[in-house]
């Protein structure tokens, strides 16, 4: 039975941010509703299921130095449950030094700028807690950018259990102010429906589960009534050592006595008790009762045996393993289901082998995950996360407006959503992450782990004269080899990185086959004996065991394995076998251990017993001194054992950008550049040069297809903006106007209102294959209404912002303005950065 | 005086209700129910018999949807059975999938019993359903019943007669069936499914049964029950079978598709083909077209018992929607027939069409279907849009040959774990097969490795080889 905290020695804070002092923060009247109808839910009822008067402490928008008393003051005075729960504004604050993203907890009295120097951060927060000597931890936030809490990974020393109410990159809805906001209140629904429910004790996984179906619910009711900006909460959980069993709803009332007086008490009754049996006339009756449950009493050890014998039983059994998808390239599919295959726990360390009982139940050796290994080439992986919404709810009925375009069947033609991913490249996990940061993913990316590494090689049918195996450009052995054949590089990290490498136009066409493996699958005996582009482990079955069971058997396929050797080109970077966890956003009901199998694979692959499974599989780890070592079972005449550190993996803009010229992929794009014009972004101290080249090579990537126009803000006279160019081509005239529409012009920007007139653009222009394109170029915005700007975009153009500031991205309407874009700032080579991100947006 | 009741007595009665109360995992529970405009969600995989997804699957949901005012919508899985089994086990684990109906391969119904994913049937709906054979037992799991069979499986012995002339379709084994006819053919004898996957462990469970007829190495409460030496001649019996100069070296990259190809495909061929039932139909449309004869028996020794069942999903809102489309799905005979036509074997014993029922059906040494020396063309029957099907079998003569097959197959292991199971199966029989056949110490070490793998496996326990074990084979 799960344990209930106890009341006198445990802390309740509530804590809600519901006014602001500095106007540049609204007002969230719905917080004050929050901490008033948790007060009565939030341990609010005993054993018994009855009503106990609330210990909870309320703290009304506070200022900062109160708030951070507070809490350590909660934190000193707990020794069962500490909760925490905030409601108000939060804010990710960028730091540039060390490239980390930190949530900061806005209260009242903090000032909109600079806000890191007053807010009180997550870490501080998760600090104080951890210092508690409380046995359980609970910490709730309701906020924006909330998930960006599960990012701090520490280790607790008792149970700990994390909820929040957003994404981590993503702002919510603050709801109408008329009873609480919506995440606090889907909780006091969850709390109430769990403790009606048989009273059934409200435990923090459970609310978790139920917190999921609410958010779903709120997400299809959104939809159904097109709401504008339904900017939805979604709940996240992190957990650690059965925090996911802490109760919330009930607590143990507070005795007066100490537990050597309640015993004392006890005896007293039991003995007033028996001097009043030996008084009562009916004495034989009752003493024959006596009996009769002295009987049921020795039967008792017999039963309570028996049942301990059950759950013995019970415990010994296993429960069925939690089923891990993961999603590789066809290629790699055999060997990392190999490797895969001999995933366990046990290689891990201590903590994380502890961990890894919490998933599932029974014995300490019951089999915890189960992992099933698919392919799919790479083009077709990054189509279905673009489109997750369709991967993830194949029961939905499709677009009425594409009558034309069949059903996406994702499930069935790409397969399983996963629950992590194996690209061959980093940059391949890359092409596919801004899609899923749109609003309507359905699909969360974390950040790719490399765990291998594979040369993008030449393999040669016969010796090419006059150059070296290692250490020549891929120019210079296209020369000597004179026809290669290569995979389509949409699909094959190698065809990628060698055509990025020797540039467009210079290999041949690729071959029409999806990937590497169906290249080698092409070949056939009686035919040429072509030299081939693709990766090291892509070659392993053309030479080495278990051969490819494509290739036609006997002695061709012996000829074939004696005819080619693999030739590694020094300037072609190499592939970067990466791990991805992937989070679906429905996946509710186990995600805590989901989550935390994933994180344990990707361990077990990062680490010592994953490497050498990786390695006997014919995949490169760092050894020793740096060098990439192939692994000693394999046939080395083909390879070349060890190689020199060489190139660094491929830039994934970089790759985006060559997959652009070569696939044809983007389609007609309408843009409109609004260019702020102020003072601060193109005076004296502004970045006018930076801001001139940006729009240049901008304009530089549209094709004869594409058109552009140029809203300017402020403008002169009293108007917010001004439109220097209409849609039009982008001509060599047009382009020199719009460089020339760079004036500085003194006044306020306020972006709302020359984004809305972008959108009028856009849809008044509306051609039917065209895709919109918004580029918001300024430096921080600060007087822009964040929301009226948002809302007043279209939902299906994409937005870029581009910051002229350092860490521009980290400022607040630039990141409300990202919450459906991308975002630039001068943190890198902003022209170069632009103008590749503009080739491979917008893709109609 | 009610104060004074003795705290003795209620210390007993309380460490009684503890002692009597039990725990069970907290059963999942049906999310909110959507509008009617919603259809039902009926997830299965991929409809192999016909090549461009149109399959019969898909024509019963739409008929269904004619009559119902609560419509269906069939999604289909990935086509391989382990992905199949993984999206909707982990779909249904975490969540995030929202299906109503589940399709599932008759060896999952004990794994998502036990993993809480399916809801109990109403018995009273389907207990008057006659299904042939003892199918409706792979729906029921700890007494209770979870699914109800679909469609059923087993495997065939296809051949074609061209290349079958002096071959003994009669022989009581595959390898006598090869003395037959010379080995190193460029059209070779046989061809099976041997890639890695659950098409391997049903050609082991086949050699085993051959090699031993009433070999067991699961009992009825899921506990291992084999031995090394029972393995060691069902093994035997598989590297007698696979004789590189008889088996198409494409098996061992295989599933049933390319199995198919292998057999019937342009520029190639094989005198045998293990097959199921779905592959009779397309079989047919490639080689009579060609003017190659072929005909479809009984394999020789016991087949595996395949098949699909039908069952709810726990969290779906509309279970009694959700029971009443099996219903019609796997209830109504002329669905069923429709199997039939399609070239599955159906599940319902009407379906067969068969005169004077299980008793009396005669199931002679070489039952046999063939083709025709001059078929003609089926008419009033069209497969796909202007083009009529060349020839299709008998049904009288091909129901009896199913009903027969089914009948004498036998089923894989019933229970929880039987994908850790059949992953022991795959991983150690490939090592074998790669390994080189006919080595007697090979046959042995593999034997003893399964068999000490299995005995943790369907214990639910890990089971990993050793680390001396990995190895590029």
């Known amino acids: 039975m799960t344990e209930l905290p106890n009341a006198r020695r445990s802390r309740v804070l509530l804590i809600g941010a519901a006014t602001y002092e500095d106007d540049g923060w609204e007002d969230i009247p719905g917080v004050a509703h929050n901490l008033y109808e948790l007060r009565n839910e939030l341990l609010g009822h005993d054993e018994h299921g009855r009503s106990v008067p609330s210990r909870a402490r309320l703290l009304e928008s506070p200022g900062a130095e109160e708030m951070k008393g507070k809490i350590r003051s909660a934190a000193g005075a707990a020794r069962d449950l500490l909760l925490v729960y905030f409601s108000g504004h939060g804010h990710l604050h960028l730091d540039t030094r060390d490239d980390t993203t930190e949530l900061y907890l806005v209260p009242s009295d903090c000032p909109r700028e600079r806000v890191w120097e007053r807010a009180v951060s997550y870490t501080w927060l998760r600090n104080t807690v951890r210092s508690s000597r409380a046995r359980q931890v609970v910490l709730i936030l309701d906020c924006c950018y909330s998930g960006q809490a599960h990012q701090v990974e520490e280790p607790s020393q008792g149970a700990f259990a994390l ?92 005795r007066g006595a100490d537990l050597p007086d309640r015993l004392f008490a006890v005896w007293l009754r039991l003995r007033s008790a028996w001097w009043r049996f030996r008084a009562w006339r009916w004495w034989p009756a009752a003493a024959a009762g006596a009996v009769v449950l002295a009987l049921l009493a020795a039967s008792l050890p017999w039963l309570a045996w028996d049942r301990w014998q059950d759950g013995r039983a019970a415990a010994d059994r296993c429960s069925v393993p939690l089923q891990l998808r993961v999603l590789t390239t066809p290629e790699y599919q055999r060997p990392l289901s190999r490797v895969l295959a001999a995933f366990d726990v046990d290689d891990l360390d201590e903590e994380l082998r502890d961990r890894a009982r919490s998933i599932g139940s029974g014995h300490e050796d019951c089999r915890r995950v189960e992992v099933q290994v698919y392919g799919a080439p790479g083009a077709a992986v990054v189509d279905a996360f673009e489109h997750s919404a369709d991967w993830a709810s194949p029961g939905r009925p499709c677009a009425e407006e594409e ?26 996990a890359e092409r596919a992450r801004s899609a899923t940061r749109l609003r309507a993913s359905r699909v969360e990316l974390g950040e790719p782990v490399e765990i291998a590494r594979v040369p993008a090689v030449l393999a040669a049918a016969g010796p090419l004269p006059d150059v070296e195996r290692t250490g020549e450009s891929l120019v210079t052995l296209l020369e000597a080899a004179g026809d290669v054949r290569g995979a389509a590089p949409q699909s094959s990290e190698a065809a990628l990185a060698h055509g990025m490498t020797a540039g467009p136009g210079r290999l041949p066409e690729p071959e029409p086959v999806p990937d590497d493996a169906a290249l080698l699958c092409s070949l056939r005996p009686g035919g040429p004996s072509p030299h081939l582009l693709l990766s090291e482990s892509a070659m392993l079955p053309l030479v080495g065991d278990p051969p490819a069971a494509c290739l036609p058997e006997g002695g061709w396929r012996a000829t074939m394995r004696d005819l080619y050797t693999a030739y590694y080109p020094s300037d072609v970077p190499p592939l970067d076998l990466s791990f991805v966890p992937v989070r679906w956003r429905d996946a509710d009901r186990d995600a805590v251990e989901r989550q935390l199998a994933v994180a344990l694979l990707g361990a077990w692959l990062a680490g ?26 394999f046939n080395e005449r083909p390879f070349v054992a060890d190689l020199p550190r060489g190139e660094d993996v491929a830039d994934a803009d970089r790759a985006a950008a060559y997959l652009a010229t070569v696939t044809d992929e983007a389609g007609p794009r309408d843009v409109v550049f609004v260019l702020d014009v102020s003072n601060s972004v193109l005076g004296p101290d502004g970045r006018l040069s930076t801001v001139r080249e940006s729009l240049r090579q901008a304009i530089g990537t549209l094709t004869d297809e594409d058109r552009f126009a140029v809203l300017t803000t402020p403008a002169t006279g009293d108007a917010p903006y001004g439109v220097a160019l209409d849609l039009g081509p982008p001509t060599d005239d047009r382009t020199a106007r719009a460089l020339d529409a760079l004036t500085e012009v003194r006044g306020d920007v306020l972006l709302q209102e020359p984004m809305a007139e972008a959108a009028e653009l856009l849809t008044a222009g509306q051609r039917p294959d065209a895709a919109g394109l918004l580029v918001v170029i300024t430096d921080d915005g600060h007087l822009t209404d964040a929301r009226a700007a948002l809302a007043a975009t279209r939902e299906e153009d994409t937005t870029l912002v581009v910051s002229v500031l350092d860490g521009g991205c980290d400022r607040p309407v630039v990141q409300a303005l990202t919450t459906a874009a991308t975002c630039l700032d001068n943190a890198v080579n902003q022209p170069v950065e632009l103008a590749a991100k503009l080739r491979v947006l917008g893709e109609g | 005086m009610r104060r004074g009741v003795p705290t003795a007595a209620c210390a007993l009665l309380l460490a009684t209700a503890c002692v009597a109360g039990g725990g069970s995992p907290p059963p999942i529970t049906p999310g909110p129910t959507p509008p009617d405009d919603v259809p039902l969600v009926v997830v299965s995989a991929l409809d192999l018999s016909s090549p461009d997804q149109s399959g019969v699957r898909q024509s019963l949901i739409d008929e269904w949807n004619e009559e119902s005012p609560i419509k269906a919508r069939l999604v289909e899985l990935p086509s391989t059975d382990g992905d199949a089994r993984a999206e909707v086990l982990a779909g249904l684990q975490s969540g995030a999938a ?56 087993v495997g065939l012995l296809y051949y074609r007669r061209d290349l079958t002339e002096t071959v003994d379709l009669g022989a009581d084994s595959l390898p006598e069936m090869y003395t037959g006819r010379p080995g190193g053919q460029s059209k070779p004898t046989y061809v099976t499914q041997l890639r890695p996957y659950e098409g391997l462990t049903v050609n082991v469970m086949e050699a085993l049964w051959r090699a031993v007829p009433d070999a067991r190495l699961v009992d009825d409460s899921g506990a291992y029950v084999g031995t090394t030496a029972l393995l060691e001649a069902g093994l035997e019996e598989l590297l007698a079978i696979t004789d590189e100069s008889h088996l198409a070296a494409a098996s061992y990259g295989a599933d049933e598709s390319g199995t198919l190809e292998e057999f019937a495909g342009e520029d190639r061929g094989t005198a045998l083909m293990r097959n199921w039932p779905f592959a009779l139909n397309r079989v047919a449309d490639r080689l009579v077209a060609e003017g190659v004869q072929f005909g479809v028996t009984r394999l020789p020794g016991p ?48 379906a067969y069409q068969l005169p004077d029922g299980v008793g009396e059906i005669a ?56 994908r850790q199971f059949s992953r022991v199966i795959e991983e150690e029989v490939t090592r074998l097969l790669a390994g080189g056949a006919g080595s007697a110490g090979g046959v042995e070490e593999a034997a003893q490795r399964i068999d000490g793998r299995l005995e943790l496996a369907l214990r639910g326990r890990t089971y990993q080889p050793s680390r001396s074990s990995l190895s590029p084979h």
């Open chain 1, 608 to 633: 010592e017993a994953g490497g050498d499974a990786l390695r006997a599989e014919g995949f490169r780890r760092w050894r020793d001194g740096g060098y990439l070592r192939a692994p000693e079972q």
């Open chain 1, 403 to 428: 009558p034309a375009e069949p059903c996406r069947e994702l499930l069935r033609d790409v397969g399983p959503l996963p629950d992590a991913w194996l690209p061959a490249s980093s940059a391949t």
């Open chain 2, 98 to 153: 929202e299906y109503d109906v589940l399709n599932l391969d008759i060896t999952w119904i004990p794994e998502f019993v036990e993993a809480g994913l399916l809801r109990p049937l109403d018995e009273e709906r389907f207990g008057a359903l006659d299904f042939v054979a003892d199918i409706e037992e792979t729906g029921r799991w700890d007494d209770e019943l979870y699914a109800v069979p679909f469609t059923t499986d």
């Open chain 2, 303 to 350: 087949a595996a018992l395949g098949g699909q069942n039908l069952a709810v999903a726990a969290d779906s809102p509309r279970a009694e929607a959700a029971q009443e489309l099996i219903r019609f799905l796997a209830g109504e005979p002329g669905s069923q027939e429709r199997m039939l036509a399609a070239g599955f074997a159906p599940a319902l014993a009407e």
């Open chain 2, 363 to 418: 199931c002679e040494d070489g039952l046999r279907v063939e083709t025709p020396e001059d078929p003609d063309p089926v008419s009033g029957r069209s497969e796909e849009a202007g083009e009529e099907p060349l020839w299709r079998p008998d049904p009288r003569a091909y129901a009896t040959l199913l009903w027969c097959a089914v009948h004498e197959a036998r089923g894989r292991p019933a229970t929880p774990y039987y």
């Open chain 1, 163 to 254: 909820l929040t109410s957003a994404r981590a990159r993503d702002d919510q809805d603050q709801g109408n102010g008329v009873g609480p906001t919506p995440f606090t209140q889907a909780l006091l629904v969850a709390l109430r429906a769990l403790r009606r429910d048989r009273g059934q004790r409200a435990i923090v996984s459970e609310l978790h589960a139920r917190l999921g179906e609410l958010a779903r619910r709120d997400r299809r009711r959104a939809e159904a009534s097109e709401l504008s900006h339904p900017n939805d909460w979604e709940p996240g959980l992190t957990e650690r050592r059965g925090g996911g069993e802490i109760v919330l709803s009930h607590v143990t009332a507070p």
